[in-house]
């Protein structure tokens, strides 16, 4: 089962070990009926109180197919972490999340 509070889904816990609050859990990707099919671990981190940062690890590869799949940054030549720039950035976590759970979602839907 699956339930959300006003900041996100239960399932992500929020890390502050690196000096920053920092939020770890998985997107979810749904299919056209609403099902889950897939998820995509990442992070949100918030190192200052106007942005949001998002990491996506190993993001499947339909994402590219999305018109916002350009905007995926590998962070480190051969590695899985991505960092997804926005051309307008989140502030909120809340907003961050969700951002990118419709965006998974969309290019799920338009491959699939």
Known sequence: ????????PFDWYEDDSGGFKA???R???YDRAGK???????????????TAEVY?????????KHRHGRCMQLLT???KWFRLHFEKPASTFGDAYTFVEHM???AFN???
């Open 104 to 106: 998974l979602t969309e």
């Open 36 to 50: 889950i099919q897939d998820f995509v671990l990442g992070q949100i981190a918030l190192r200052n109180q106007r």
């Open 56 to 64: 996506l690890y190993d993001p499947p590869l339909y994402i590219g």
């Open 77 to 79: 030549p051969g590695g």
């Open 23 to 25: 939020f770890k859990g």
């Open 27 to 29: 997107f979810l990707i």
């Open 1 to 8: 089962m699956f339930f959300e509070n006003r900041v996100g």
């Open 110 to 112: 338009l491959t699939h």
